[in-house]
Antibody, heavy 118, light 107 residues
Framework: QVQLQESGPGLVKPSETLSLTCSVS????????WNWIRQPPGKGLEWIGH???????TYNPSLRSRVTISVYTSKNQFSLKLSSVTAADTAVYYC????????????WGQGTLVTVSS | DIQMTQSPSSLSASVGDRVTITCRAS??????LGWYQQKPGKAPKRLIY???SLQSEVPSRFSGSRSGTEFTLTISSLQPEDFAIYYC?????????FGQGTKVEIK
């Protein structure tokens, strides 16, 4: 079955760029939509953005100026870049699959904790 | 943005109890709502999609319903493995938005 795995640095300095990759195994990244969601420690879930396998994106307006999501179909991966991070960006970051444009998230990665600290 | 107001924020219940959790959308979202369960240190797991449909391999004690813009997750007979945090998610429009979560604790 399809599995998602997040990877990337667990510690990022303030003002730098957070970079994460989500690797998709057990199925193709093509024809699906892919999302990033985050959860600050002890808090709720926040949707960051979405990319279709063609490369079209939709971002949360609250983060749009700092977010870039890209897809690499040959590698079966997609990525998240969040610039100018602060302590408020400390969170567990999840990637998740969305079957169609209007759907919710059926498969999630296990999540990766990113701490913003000097 | 569509606001999802989830209640209660927490509840205490005993094994065997019937539990209901509600999410109210700030505007109409048709049936574009999912329910998720999250256990400590784990990713959310989808229980219900399209407001009513049970995710495969999810026990039938979980069910979803809708009345207008109010959505309800019901656990008919709470089991020990059901103690967790539950979230609703609207996927009618972007940005996707979650409810604040309901923590179900053991009484």
């Amino acid at each position: 079955q399809v599995q998602l795995q997040e990877s990337g640095p667990g510690l990022v300095k303030p003002s730098e760029t957070l970079s994460l990759t989500c690797s998709v195994s057990g199925g193709s990244i093509s024809t699906y939509h892919w999302n990033w969601i985050r959860q600050p420690p002890g808090k709720g879930l926040e949707w960051i953005g979405h990319i279709f396998s063609s490369g079209s994106t939709t971002y949360n307006p609250s983060l749009r100026s700092r977010v870039t999501i890209s897809v690499y179909t040959s590698k079966n991966q997609f990525s998240l870049k969040l610039s100018s991070v602060t302590a408020a960006d400390t969170a567990v970051y999840y990637c998740a699959r969305q079957v169609a444009f209007g759907d919710d998230f059926d498969i999630w990665g296990q999540g990766t904790l990113v701490t913003v600290s000097s | 943005d569509i606001q999802m107001t989830q209640s209660p924020s927490s509840l205490s219940a005993s094994v065997g109890d019937r539990v209901t959790i509600t999410c109210r959308a700030s505007q109409g979202i048709r049936n574009d709502l999912g329910w998720y369960q999250q256990k400590p240190g784990k990713a959310p797991k989808r229980l219900i999609y399209a407001a009513f449909s049970l995710q495969s391999e999810v026990p039938s004690r979980f069910s979803g319903s809708r009345s207008g813009t109010e959505f309800t997750l019901t656990i008919s007979s709470l089991q020990p493995e059901d103690f967790a945090i539950y979230y609703c998610l609207q996927h009618n429009s972007y940005p996707r938005t979650f409810g604040q979560g309901t923590k179900v604790e053991i009484k």
